[in-house]
């Protein structure tokens, strides 16, 4: 018989750990594991997706993140499904998920951890409270070894990297010209500022120079001022969410992830599964997937000079952008599809319960 597992996140909306949610459940081998996924409220646009590839939903409607009432449906929603494993995604559901399961006698609870730092930008009680649920889960699963080093209290740590679709990620003729994509919520984390001052800089060599920064965020009219500023009106476009973001790749010359800090970056490895250059901050989960100078570029994190420097030279020698796409794409095809992140997410689920 397939483990029931039940994964509960905060909301189905477009976001990284959402998207993979949506992506990788349906790929799960149903002999091993009958995948269900729950909601705290809302009903996001990748509630339908999962839907129509067979996994269901549940709404739990609560009316914001923070009331105890879900729990108590959660609890019911457990014992009435009979799930075996409840796999919990953000702290939200981490809180309220532990006390559900307890309620329900749930045999075994883990939760996936998405970032790096994650505490240090929530509210001051979250970190003991977390950390306590942590230490009395089953396991933690860490998106990256990076994420994995911030959990050496939990019961046991399980790393398992993000994966991509590799057939709809498929690779493209690399333009002749094109934009600098970004993609990312608009907020410290990602390091738009330094993309922006670095483009500045390049401005006087590459005077048709453009970006597409895609995303919203808390900073979006701190970095539209920024362009103001850096007399870029003309240079940067800000084209908000984007639910594909296919042909945004498509159309791209490179694709450049800056970030301060980074549990994984999925984005920079679609781009990659894309065919696409990538320069990404040297941080956390980037370099544990991206090695320069062999499949991208890598440049420390804030340092707005390197930035330039390897953009500038991706425009100057299209034989090298074309030879790191290639291996991009050649290295997420080995390690980081989906499928075999599905693969090592049915074996983790396995050992849960101490089939081999």
Partial sequence: MPQRVLHFITELNIG???RLLAEVLPRLDHAKVEAQAACLHGEGPLVAELE?????VHTLRSPHKFNLWPAWRLARLLERERIEVLHTHLIQADILGFAAARLATTPRVVSTKHNVRYYERRQCWLRPVAHEIE??????????SAVATEYGHARRVEVIHNGVDVAKFSPSPLPASGP????GKLTMQKGHRILLEAMARLAKEFPELRAEIAGTGLLFDDLQARVVRLKMIRTAAFPGVIADVRPLLARASMVVMP????????AALEAMACGRPVIASDVGGLREFITHERDGLLVPAGDVTALADAIARLLRHRALAE?????????VVEAFSLNSMARKLEAFYASLSGVT
Wanted: proline share 0%; aromatic share 6%.
């Fill in 259 to 266: 970030s301060l800090w980074e549990g994984f970056g999925l």
């Fill in 323 to 331: 030879r790191l796409a290639a291996a991009g794409r050649a290295r």
């Fill in 52 to 56: 129509s590839r067979g996994v269901r």
């Fill in 180 to 183: 600098i994509v970004c993609l």
């Fill in 16 to 18: 990284g750990a959402e």
């Fill in 135 to 144: 230490r009395r889960i089953d396991a933690v699963v860490a998106v990256s």
